[in-house]
């Protein structure tokens, strides 16, 4: 109670044992907030794979997830000429404009590895119009790519320039005048 001019009035501060509880929850509120956070940072740098990597990005196996996994479920049909641009010593950076974003749980941030599922189109007749190709994009302990793998590694040559037509041209012998 707080008297002013000989009246008693009600106390215009809340009991101390109220603060404190406020206090407490506020603390325990950001406590819990923290340690989401904490959690989610952590998990931020596990893959669906994992080909257990070296600090330079090489292993002596390289995993692959599971198709079924993906999103989008189908995979994409990707940008061929994009893929050939793709080389080592790349940033994630540079290659999310060209890749678009992993078709698995990778993240982003801390990150060894990104897998994608792709589809290509053979020139066959269908059922096997289309054949579906898994790429894994290896990053060393400074983010630079450095090394892409294929399942099956076939899938690779999707990327090689078809030849040039070659036109052969008959020519009429040329008579001395």
């Not at 940008?79 to 992993?102: E, F, H, V, W």
Request: aromatic fraction near 10%; hydrophobic fraction near 40%.
């Amino acid at each position: 109670m707080v008297y002013r001019g000989g009246v008693r009035h009600a106390a215009a501060c809340p009991e101390p044992n109220r603060i404190r509880t406020q206090e407490m929850k506020a603390k325990s509120t950001w406590i819990a907030v923290a340690t989401v956070l904490v959690a989610a940072a952590a998990l931020q740098g596990c893959s669906t794979t994992s080909s257990r990597l070296s600090d330079d990005g090489k292993s002596d196996q390289i995993a692959f997830p599971d198709p079924a996994s993906s999103w989008p479920k189908d995979g994409t049909f990707p940008n061929i000429d994009n893929l050939r641009m793709l080389a080592p010593g790349m940033t994630k950076s540079q290659l999310y404009p060209l890749l678009d974003r992993p078709h698995f749980n990778e993240g982003f941030f801390g990150v060894r590895e990104w897998d994608y599922l792709f589809n290509f189109r053979t020139g066959r007749a269908a059922p096997d119009d289309i054949v579906q190709c898994q790429m894994k994009v290896v990053f060393d302990k400074n983010e630079k790519t450095r090394a892409y793998y294929w399942k099956p590694e076939s899938c690779a040559s999707f990327l090689n320039k078809p030849a040039p037509e070659v036109q052969r041209v008959v020519m009429p012998p040329v008579v001395a005048a």
